[in-house]
């Protein structure tokens, strides 16, 4: 069955590089690339690709990336983009909740909500999260880095009040929202239903932490705002940087 996700990124492929926070791919590489630098040459793995923004500048640096996403047109995309760029990317289709994969890796991403968070109608959200960051711990080296960023719970509900939970919209007693919300797409205004259980830095990094994660810090992950600092209570991003646990 094909899930509401991935018909939402299949329908939006080809204008996704038009959003704003696309545009600090090269900025955001360099970032990750000075918390932990990796010898040219070493194996990434990239979950929740899309269309392989990361994957082909942390090619074009000399590294050996696999892109993973569970979108076939944002991959598509992606291939696209890494012939033009003249770089070699592996793409891989799957489900970043069940993927297996026969190697380890030197290092990881899992960038702007690729996969963690993207909930479909009854999942629960601690098992699907739980399930992408077991899966990349497994396909990881002992010691090897992994940066997540994911939303910053924080800042979504400081933005909910008291009708909000008498409509239904958010359950203070869950921390689940679920609603209508209107999103300012290339293509045009784009009603999505929202389904997220609000997660904060606390809870992540204990997720991190049972799905076999050292985590080493917590910074703000805004996009066109990453830095090595405190994470903003209002800021969309939380950034998360962690070591595979040794063995």
Known sequence: ???EWQKFFDAHAERYEENGFTQYTAQEVEFILKLYPLPKGSSIL???CGTGRHAIEFARRGYHVTGLDISPSMLEVGRRNAQLAGVEVEWLQA???EFTLGRKYDGAVCLCEGGVGLLEQG????????SILENIARCLKPNAPFVMTALNGY????????EHIAEGRFDPSTMLANYVDEWDLPEGPTLM???ERLFIPPEVTAMLSR????VDNVYGGTAGHWGQRFLSLDEVEAMYICRKRPD
């Not at 800042?155 to 008291?162: A, F, L, T, V």
């Open 95 to 97: 489900d970043a909740t």
């Open 193 to 195: 239903r929202i389904r």
């Open 1 to 3: 069955m094909v899930r």
């Open 211 to 214: 799905s076999g994660f050292l």
């Open 123 to 130: 999942e629960e959200a601690e098992k699907h999260d739980a």
């Open 46 to 48: 990239d979950v929740g």
């Open 155 to 162: 800042s979504i509900i400081r933005q909910m009040k008291d």
